[in-house]
């Protein structure tokens, strides 16, 4: 099977009071890029998260958007800090004997003294929460996936009927090339006979005039190299996997015989099918694009 590198993929998680939601987008790329946007509270895990990923995704431009709620009663407690009251409350009298105030040091007025009463976050225990985290990730990851192999099996039956379309487009080369050569001696030979009249044609002459036209106008190793190509890719198509780069570097070497083709060619034919062979080289080549 092959992938496509657009899909989508969505999970969400609520085990120990807590919720955590994975999102996952992406669109083409040539290689591998994670953008990642998650709470503060969970960047600890980043690295963590990238070598999950790649056990999913080979390239394309993926977005990964997390959040994470808290859904306890308890996330924070209040601390006390004896050590700093009684330091508050040793300077306070202090104070009042050396001025000669009146001590009315109250609870309530040490409790509001800086640093005697803080709040503190609960404790987290972060090998359960990425436990939990991990499964949001695989969940997404795995939809995410599965949409991407659907989009690609789409790719795979429309570049497989572009490629037969391209066969049949080389086969029309392959048929009239000969037939090219055949014409071209005909012309020839009314030519010369029109300029001689009476005089006996140099058949040998002949031969070798449409030879060497022959030699610098034939496609057959272009043909057979374009075949050879467009089998290579029906085949990889079937293989799967992460496939996308070679079909793209095949695609290249397909044009380029295109090209070929259509500077030699010396027909009007030829050079109409070598153009639509070139146009569809060109869908074929974008369609890859999109192939992880």
């Known amino acids: 099977m092959i992938k496509s590198m657009t899909g989508f993929g969505r999970c969400e998680i609520v085990e120990n009071s807590r919720k955590i939601t994975v999102e996952m987008k992406s669109v083409n790329h040539r290689y591998l890029d994670v953008n990642i946007k998650m709470p503060k509270a969970l960047s600890y895990f980043e690295s963590a998260i990238r070598g999950e990923l790649k056990n999913y995704i080979a390239r394309g431009k993926v977005d990964v958007f997390i959040t994470y709620e808290d859904l ?52 987290t225990d972060e090998e359960e929460l990425w436990k939990e985290l ?60 029109e300029l001689l009249q009476d005089t006996a044609v140099d058949e040998s002459r002949l031969l070798t005039e449409v030879t060497i036209f022959a030699d610098r106008v034939c496609v057959d190793e272009e043909i057979v190299r374009l075949r050879s190509h467009i089998g290579i890719t029906k085949a990889t198509l079937t293989e799967g996997g992460s496939i996308g780069r070679k079909l793209d570097f095949i695609a290249q070497e397909m044009n380029r015989e295109a090209n070929t083709i ?18 569809e080289i060109e869908k074929v080549r974008e369609q890859i694009q999109n192939i992880e």
């Open 72 to 123: 306890s009663e308890k996330t924070s407690s209040v601390r006390y800090n004896r050590q700093v009251a009684a330091e508050y409350l040793g300077y306070l009298r202090q104070m009042a004997e050396e001025f000669g105030l009146e001590d009315d040091i109250r609870v309530s007025t040490l409790s509001k003294c800086p640093e005697v009463l803080t709040m503190e976050e609960a404790g």
């Open 134 to 193: 991990q499964k949001a990730i695989q969940g997404a990851a795995g939809i995410f996936v599965e949409s991407r192999v659907a989009e690609g099996e789409h790719l795979r039956v429309d570049l497989t009927e572009k490629l037969d379309g391209m066969l049949e487009l080389v086969d029309h080369i392959a048929e009239r090339s000969p037939k090219m050569l055949e014409e071209y001696r005909r012309k020839l030979e009314e030519k010369v006979r």
């Open 262 to 279: 259509l500077s030699k060619a010396n027909d009007l034919e030829i050079s109409n099918y070598a153009i639509e062979l070139k146009t």
